[in-house]
């Protein structure tokens, strides 16, 4: 029996008709979908709000390990020359100079005097949130680099909203580097970056590699090593922590790849630096990296404490070149002295309760053996990009 040929054009124009109306419905669940979810957990600037929808409607997922569908062609071969500055050259935001007469857009005024720097009354001209990777190697003695960066953290401050908020991602993150270099954990960014000639350098290829897992752009990168830790807490003295349970690590890496043993009783105590760096490194309980990262907040917390109850920022501006100078060889940043002088300044007008902190956990990573026999984290991106958005939520209004 032959069908007709107006019964099959019938049915080619049904058909038709049903794939654009279920296309606009599913668009449109995407869009409703996305709308709930920036009203529950609003998005700030930087964050992919459609990236988002594709990961929670299941469009896009995590990539197993030992798959790379980046096919981004390499950055132009450069030499990277990005090191700390203690200079005040023209200052360039985004990429553009800012004539020397213009105010610096991002200004804390800072005077000049036969007591060294002091602070007059600060200006706030950009109120925009200001992004920064925090980057701790794990250099030993004798050794010249690249290193890997065990501790990775977001500090994000929100001058005008008088907000803040610190994201920890373990080092042992699985994920597809940026230019379709392949695979990796995140800790061996900076060693892939130097590697490659990465322009920037190790740490602006960290900063691209965090990007891409957080969808939250990076406007600066502070990268230091054990020594600038101890040279710093010995300038402003011993900074209490509260460990809640005795910790015991009879395997404390050394900085020359021996090992010794550390202990630290329960109970809030009084660290000098290298005890309160023993601190922050060990691994020695439970939850191991997962453990460190929230001692690691915890540090920075205190450290801050320790801060306000020397005058904060303002309080050091006296002593503050000094300490610059004795740390500034073991630090690399592609800030200036003066733009760290500011970040200090918004950051100590900020109150505690303001600040949000929050880390990947198992929660948002599930443990795997990676290719090469490695623990690995595989990483829950859509679970990720949640506890981004809760974290860089705007405040709410008061009631």
């Given at each position: 029996?032959?069908?007709?040929?107006?019964?099959?054009?019938?049915?080619?124009?049904?058909?038709?008709?049903?794939?654009?109306?279920?296309?606009?419905?599913?668009?449109?669940?995407?869009?409703?979908r996305?709308?709930e979810?920036?009203e529950?957990?609003p998005?700030?600037e930087?964050?992919?709000?459609?990236?988002?929808?594709?990961?929670?409607?299941g469009?896009?997922e995590?990539?197993?390990?030992?798959?790379?569908?980046?096919?981004?062609?390499?950055?132009?071969i450069i030499q990277?020359?990005?090191?700390?500055?203690?200079d005040?050259?023209?200052?360039?935001?985004?990429?553009?100079?800012?004539?020397?007469d213009?105010?610096?857009?991002?200004?804390?005024?800072?005077?000049?005097?036969?007591?060294?720097?002091?602070?007059?009354?600060?200006?706030?001209?950009?109120p925009?949130?200001?992004?920064?990777?925090?980057?701790?190697?794990?250099?030993r003695?004798?050794?010249?680099?690249?290193?890997?960066?065990?501790?990775?953290?977001?500090?994000?401050?929100?001058?005008?909203?008088?907000?803040?908020?610190?994201?920890?991602i373990?080092?042992?993150?699985y994920?597809t580097?940026?230019?379709?270099?392949?695979?990796?954990?995140?800790?061996?960014?900076?060693?892939m970056?130097?590697?490659?000639?990465?322009?920037?350098?190790?740490p602006?290829?960290?900063?691209?590699?965090?990007?891409g897992?957080?969808?939250?752009n990076i406007?600066y990168?502070?990268m230091?090593?054990?020594?600038a830790?101890?040279?710093?807490?010995n300038?402003?003295?011993?900074?209490?922590?509260?460990?809640?349970a005795?910790?015991?690590?009879?395997?404390?890496?050394?900085?020359?790849?021996?090992?010794r043993?550390v202990?630290?009783?329960?109970?809030?105590?009084?660290?000098?630096?290298?005890?309160l760096?023993?601190?922050a490194?060990?691994?020695?309980?439970?939850?191991?990296?997962?453990d460190?990262?929230?001692?690691q907040?915890e540090?920075?917390?205190?450290?801050?404490?320790?801060?306000?109850?020397?005058?904060?920022?303002?309080?050091?501006?006296?002593k503050?070149?000094?300490?610059?100078?004795?740390v500034?060889?073991?630090?690399?940043?592609d800030?200036?002295?003066?733009?760290?002088?500011?970040?200090?300044?918004?950051a100590?007008?900020?109150?505690?309760?303001?600040?949000?902190?929050?880390s990947?956990?198992?929660g948002?990573?599930?443990?795997?053996?990676g290719?090469?026999?490695?623990?690995?984290?595989?990483?829950?991106?859509?679970d990720?990009l949640?506890l981004?958005a809760?974290?860089?939520?705007?405040?709410?209004?008061?009631?």
């Amino acid at each position: 029996m032959r069908i007709p040929l107006w019964v099959i054009m019938g049915w080619v124009i049904v058909a038709m008709v049903g794939t654009v109306a279920a296309g606009i419905v599913t668009y449109s669940q995407a869009r409703t979908r996305t709308e709930e979810l920036n009203e529950i957990a609003p998005l700030e600037e930087g964050v992919d709000v459609v990236r988002v929808a594709e990961l929670l409607l299941g469009i896009k997922e995590p990539e197993a390990p030992g798959t790379n569908t980046d096919v981004t062609p390499p950055p132009t071969i450069i030499q990277p020359t990005m090191q700390a500055t203690l200079d005040t050259t023209t200052p360039v935001v985004d990429g553009t100079p800012i004539p020397t007469d213009t105010p610096d857009p991002v200004s804390t005024e800072v005077a000049t005097t036969e007591a060294g720097l002091n602070p007059i009354d600060y200006q706030l001209t950009d109120p925009r949130r200001v992004n920064i990777l925090l980057l701790g190697i794990d250099q030993r003695q004798g050794e010249t680099g690249p290193f890997p960066t065990d501790t990775i953290m977001l500090l994000s401050l929100n001058p005008l909203a008088k907000t803040g908020a610190i994201l920890s991602i373990p080092r042992d993150i699985y994920l597809t580097f940026p230019s379709g270099v392949g695979q990796g954990k995140i800790n061996t960014a900076n060693i892939m970056g130097e590697n490659i000639q990465f322009p920037g350098g190790g740490p602006e290829f960290a900063k691209r590699t965090v990007e891409g897992l957080i969808g939250i752009n990076i406007d600066y990168y502070i990268m230091i090593n054990f020594d600038a830790f101890i040279t710093f807490v010995n300038a402003i003295g011993e900074v209490e922590v509260c460990p809640p349970a005795p910790i015991d690590d009879p395997k404390y890496p050394d900085g020359s790849y021996g090992i010794r043993p550390v202990h630290f009783d329960a109970g809030c105590q009084n660290l000098p630096a290298e005890r309160l760096l023993e601190y922050a490194r060990t691994r020695a309980t439970q939850n191991g990296d997962i453990d460190r990262a929230a001692r690691q907040q915890e540090v920075i917390f205190a450290v801050r404490e320790k801060l306000m109850s020397l005058g904060g920022a303002t309080g050091l501006f006296s002593k503050a070149q000094e300490i610059w100078e004795s740390v500034s060889a073991n630090v690399q940043t592609d800030m200036t002295f003066q733009e760290l002088l500011e970040l200090a300044l918004v950051a100590e007008q900020i109150p505690r309760e303001n600040i949000k902190n929050g880390s990947i956990t198992y929660g948002e990573a599930i443990p795997q053996v990676g290719p090469k026999g490695e623990d690995i984290l595989v990483p829950i991106v859509s679970d990720i990009l949640a506890l981004v958005a809760e974290l860089f939520a705007p405040p709410t209004p008061a009631q």
